[in-house]
């Protein structure tokens, strides 16, 4: 079996395709019991054009036209960054065991930073949620994407004003 970092690291190249994409790089992957990753995607509702294709929700359809079913009993979603609340919704519904997740994300986190959703008790399923996995790493890609997006943008700001 693999190690939970393998399928992070996995998890972290559909970010990089997000970013090559010209999204916030974040990605997830979906793992089936015996370890084989059956789902995959990184965040997209720009080039979508949807507000529902973050890499949670992305990677869940995967995995859901991969084996047939929308319940994913018994798989593991490691993504990138701490889900929001659509995300944690998708995931309970998807029936996953567990989620893991890299940095926590301070303004829309919905299992540590904002609010905690997967223990809520009016749930009927219960999801074993761990985060901080290569944390470092994550939030080191997202400050690079937002920190490039602020100078492009303050370029595109000083060409306005000579122009």
Not at 17 to 42: H, Q, R
Not at 76 to 88: A, G, H, K, N, R
Request: hydrophobic residues 40%; charged residues 25%.
């Amino acid at each position: 079996m693999r190690s939970d970092e393998f399928y992070m690291h996995r998890a972290l190249d559909q970010a990089r395709e997000g970013l090559a994409a010209g999204e916030v790089p974040v990605g997830a992957v979906v793992v089936d019991a015996a370890g084989e990753i059956v789902g995959a995607g990184y965040n997209a509702p720009v080039s979508c054009h949807d507000p529902s294709a973050h890499a949670e929700v992305r990677a869940l359809r995967d995995a859901g036209a991969r084996l047939g079913n929308y319940r994913l009993d018994g798989c593991t979603l490691f993504v990138t960054l701490e889900p929001c609340l659509m995300c944690t919704g998708a995931i309970i519904q998807a029936r996953l065991a567990r989620v893991v997740y890299g940095a926590a994300e301070p303004r829309t986190g919905m299992v540590e930073s904002k609010a905690n959703l997967f223990v809520q008790p009016w749930h009927n399923h219960r999801v074993q949620v761990e985060g901080g996995l290569l944390a470092t790493r994550v939030s080191q890609l997202l400050k690079a994407f937002f920190e490039a997006r602020r100078e492009s943008a303050k370029k595109d700001e000083s060409g306005c004003a000579s122009g």
